[in-house]
């Protein structure tokens, strides 16, 4: 079937009534079609609507979400409509998405290796940025792999599209969701999408990116001769069952076909797992119990921290105090080559504990509860002495002036571009709060 668009049509911008040039087609939908596109010599993205999916009521969807404007700047957001003299339908700009960022299906694929960092990072932005969508009182209706896109390299997120974007509860919806991404209820035709069934659509994708493997799918799934649509609504709506249920091991994963989440799952630390099976055990059944986004985002917040490197193989290995016997120093073993982990100096600020490793960064949201997501701007990193390879200290790049106390209790200014030992014992108080270090 031949595109909608070419370079021979004449597409208009609603707003500036400037022309828009087709450039080449990208993809192609049940909704419509999406092509890269120039404005006024700036690159855009373009989606057309088929005839069938270019209704008023998606129309006036869409005007309302060019008024209101994205969320935060992760969202491809619908940024004018545009419209075809010589065609009855229409569709909208968006931002172009940037190559580097890769959709979560080349994950599955094994097309990309992201670090642990990476990936919780990814995590906590997908977290923060449905937080921004929800407390707008909007929902999002379908989360699900081929509408996220993260940087494997950095872990920054975008989502695209948000033209299925509504107010929570206001009309009965046009999408209901991606198979396998739907709530139960949903699955069952019991409810329609909401803010609750986007958080378990959410969970779902979080799953996924940490265990490479569907929450729900264990040894049910195998047995399954043809996974048609009676099938899927068993397995997915009727009688979900997680994988890793610690009250019925009936659906635990097959070692021969599923090994990614019997591989993945140990080594994730007890505060991870657990949230994971909040979310689908009691968050399976009950909407009002699933996990929010706020606390997802803690959640991998406290990961990243937990993060300390094998000092024999180099691979990252995540701190995880309450699945481990006998005293602090304890790091356990490497996942990787099983060798014993020696432990980095870490600072305790308040109940968190953050790794200090060559390369760890302090944000204003550790010392700070007034800025609970800020990473805008470093206050401290890990810095190695210029003449003595052996000696690390965390260096002050803020602006402000701290104050240490030394563990002969001596107490010392720290002002900007100056570093602390990093020496047991020794106490920092940044301005807000005050933290520890441990060596």
């Not at 991870?272 to 606390?295: K, M, N, Q, W, Y």
């Not at 490497?334 to 953050?354: G, T």
């Not at 107490?411 to 301005?431: E, Q, Y």
Request: hydrophobic share 35%; aromatic share 10%; proline share 9%.
């Amino acid at each position: 079937m031949s595109q909608i668009l070419d370079n021979s049509k004449s597409v208009i911008a609603q707003t500036s009534k400037l022309p828009c040039r087709i450039q080449r087609l990208l993809g192609s939908g049940g909704q419509g079609e999406v092509y890269e596109a120039t404005l006024d010599g700036q690159a855009m993205a373009l989606k057309w609507y088929h005839p069938q999916a270019a209704t008023q009521t998606q129309r006036k969807a869409l005007e309302s979400l060019v008024t209101k404007g994205p969320p935060d700047r992760s969202f491809l957001w619908p940024l004018d409509l545009v419209t075809a003299p010589d065609l009855p339908h229409f569709g909208y700009l968006m931002p172009l998405r940037d190559p580097r960022y890769r959709g979560i299906a080349d994950l599955m694929k094994g097309k990309i290796d992201p670090t642990f960092r990476t990936l919780a990072t990814a995590g906590m932005n997908l977290a923060n940025s449905f937080l921004q969508l929800h407390a707008r009182g909007m929902c999002y209706r379908d989360i699900a792999f081929g509408n996220v896109f993260f940087d494997p390299e950095n872990g920054e997120v975008l989502i695209c599209d948000n033209d299925n974007v509504s107010v929570d509860h206001e009309e009965k919806p046009s999408v209901l969701g991606t198979p396998r991404f739907m709530a139960p209820e949903v699955v069952r035709k019991e409810a329609w999408p909401s803010t609750q069934t986007d958080l378990f659509s959410l969970s779902v994708l979080l799953f996924y990116m940490f265990m490479v493997h569907h929450p729900l799918e264990g040894r049910r799934e195998v047995k399954v001769k043809c996974l048609d649509l009676p099938a899927m609504t068993q397995l997915y709506g009727e009688a979900p069952l997680f994988i890793f249920d610690p009250d019925d091991d009936s659906n635990r994963p097959h070692p021969q076909f599923q090994p990614n989440p019997l591989a993945f799952w140990p080594v994730y630390p007890e505060f991870l797992r657990r949230l994971f099976v909040r979310a689908f055990t009691e968050g399976l059944h009950d909407p009002s119990a699933r996990i929010r986004e706020s606390e997802w985002r803690n959640t991998l917040i406290r990961l990243r921290d937990s993060i300390l490197y094998c000092s024999a193989c180099g691979a990252e290995n995540i701190y995880d105090r309450e699945s481990l016997s006998g005293d602090g120093d304890n790091a356990g073993d490497c996942w990787s080559c099983y060798k014993p982990l020696a432990l980095p100096p870490r600072i305790r600020i308040d109940r968190s504990v953050l790794m200090l490793n060559h390369d760890t960064v302090v944000f204003p949201h550790h010392i700070n509860d007034r800025r609970p997501y800020d990473f805008s701007l470093p206050i401290a990193e890990v810095r190695q002495h210029p003449d003595k390879p052996n000696v690390w200290g965390l260096k002050n790049v803020s602006r402000d002036k701290w104050v240490m106390t030394t563990p002969q209790d001596v107490t010392l200014d720290v002002p900007p571009d100056k570093s602390v030992p990093l020496l047991n014992g020794t106490r920092i108080h940044f301005g807000h709060k005050q933290g520890e270090i441990r060596a």
